[in-house]
C-alpha cells in the first residue's frame, strides 16, 4: 500500500513563509511526477507545482517568482517552499504522486490526506 503524507500547514499572517513536505511511503517501485494542488472553499482544486522525477517544474502564474517545489528523490519527499504568502493562498494543500507499486506495471494518482494554510491578512 502507498500512502503519501503532508506536514507543515498552519497559520502565518501576509508576507510570511511556510514550507510543506510530503512523503511518499509503501511498496513504491517508481516515483514520476510529484507535485501540489490547493482547494479554497468553494473553489476547484488547482495546480500549483508539479517537478518530474528528471526535475522539470511547472507553477501556477499565481505562485510564480513566490513558490518553490523541490524534492529529494531518494527519500521520495516533495517540498514546497512559499514566501511571500498572501491571503489568496489561503486552502488545503494537497500532496499528489504518480506511482507504480510492487507487482504492477501500471501507474496510479495517489494523493495525501491535505494540509490547511491559512494567511491572515
Known amino acids: 500500500q502507498v500512502q503519501l503524507v503532508e506536514s507543515g500547514g498552519g497559520l502565518v499572517q501576509a508576507g510570511g513563509s511556510l514550507r510543506l513536505s510530503c512523503a511518499a511511503s509503501?511498496?513504491?517501485?517508481?516515483?514520476?511526477?510529484m507535485g501540489w494542488y490547493r482547494q479554497a472553499p468553494g473553489k476547484q482544486r488547482e495546480m500549483v507545482a508539479t517537478i518530474t522525477s528528471g526535475g522539470t517544474i511547472k507553477y501556477a502564474d499565481s505562485v510564480k517568482g513566490r513558490f518553490t517545489i523541490s524534492r529529494d528523490n531518494a527519500k521520495n519527499t516533495v517540498y514546497l517552499q512559499m514566501n511571500t504568502l498572501r491571503p489568496e493562498d489561503t486552502a488545503v494543500y494537497y500532496c499528489?504522486?504518480?506511482?507504480?507499486?510492487?507487482?504492477?506495471?501500471?501507474?496510479?494518482?495517489?494523493w495525501g490526506q491535505g494540509t490547511q494554510v491559512t494567511v491572515s491578512s
Open positions: 499528489n504522486g504518480l506511482v507504480r507499486p510492487a507487482l504492477t506495471l501500471r501507474w496510479y494518482d495517489y
Open positions: 509503501g511498496s513504491i517501485v517508481s516515483l514520476d511526477t
